[in-house]
Nanobody, 110 residues
Framework: QVQLVESGGGLVQPGGSLKLSCASSRRISPIVIMSWYRQPPGKQRELVAQITSGGSTNYADSVKGRFTISRDNAKNAVYLEMNSLKPEDTAVYYC????WGQGIEVTVSS
């Protein structure tokens, strides 16, 4: 069964950085779009960033200029580098490649 496993979350102070990783148990090179979503406490899940197989990216307005999505087809992984983190970035972050990962918590707090 295909699995996506996120890692790299945790507690960080405002202004800090984290890099999330999503490892796939199958080849990701044929997957046209890979995405990161997040679900803040008490809110609905929302799209954070997407990357196509050709490397084109798309970001939510709230993270533009601070977050960077990338993919490494050789490692079957997608990443989300998050800089200048704000308390409102606190959420469970999910990887999506047609299926969902289990999610990983990111907490931005002093």
């Amino acid at each position: 069964q295909v699995q996506l496993v996120e890692s790299g979350g945790g507690l960080v102070q405002p202004g800090g950085s984290l890099k999330l990783s999503c490892a796939s148990s199958r080849r990701i090179s044929p997957i046209v779009i890979m995405s990161w979503y997040r679900q803040p406490p008490g809110k609905q899940r929302e799209l954070v960033a997407q990357i196509t197989s050709g490397g084109s990216t798309n970001y939510a307005d709230s993270v533009k200029g601070r977050f960077t999505i990338s993919r490494d087809n050789a490692k079957n992984a997608v990443y989300l580098e998050m800089n200048s983190l704000k308390p409102e970035d606190t959420a469970v972050y999910y990887c999506n490649a047609g299926i969902w990962g289990q999610g990983i918590e990111v907490t931005v707090s002093s």
